[in-house]
């Protein structure tokens, strides 16, 4: 959906996902970074700006760029997808980084931000993360963030390429958000120096939704910090 929600944390800010990101962030795009993911590959900016406009324009996602809280420079993107609030769910997905910033914070740390949001502001019961099931480095990056493997979805989708793949599933409730963010803070406490108290901080503004949001009403011009 379109929104204005910006969360922040641990050297990084997660702002609107807007169709002029492309122009910087397709120089990350390669056919090796892109495998495993469930776009087809973007030949051009313009390409890649339409996928951008598509999850904008979803009415139960939340779409981010991930940039730098210092220099402004974009990372990435990230986002939430299939929001409801009825049955108090969210997916996280649209997540593609540099590759410089692999194996960086970069990725935890949004994590974190999105993970916050999830249950402190949209107040789900449960997250779920899905990943193409022969994307091990995903996988691998999904468990470290304390997501519990569920299974796999057997040919659950087409991939870009024709075939069909399967979806590894993975999950947060709840229930387990406090420990899965305790762990969360002590992997990414190196970079917490410059971000003030631990904890989350969320500032409702002017124009904005009390109470919980829903997915037919976009969530609006809110700051929410997850550090």
Known sequence: MHHETVLTGYGLSLIPLARHHAD???????????????APLPGTAGDLACLFEARIADPAGFAFA???QRTGALLGTTGLNAFDAG?????????????QFWGSHVNPASKHALLAFAFEVLLVERVAFRCDARNERSATAIERLGATFEGVLRSHRTAPDGS???????????TEWPDVQRNLHRRLEPFAQDNGSAGSRFEDQPGSHAGHPTAAAPYACRTFAAL
């Open 87 to 99: 049955q108090q769910r969210v997916e996280v997905g649209g997540t593609f980084f540099g590759r």
């Open 24 to 38: 910087a962030l397709f120089d990350f795009v390669d056919t090796a970074m892109w495998s495993g993911l469930a």
């Open 164 to 174: 069909r793949a399967d979806c590894a599933v993975f999950s947060i409730l709840r």
């Open 66 to 68: 991930v940039t730098d």
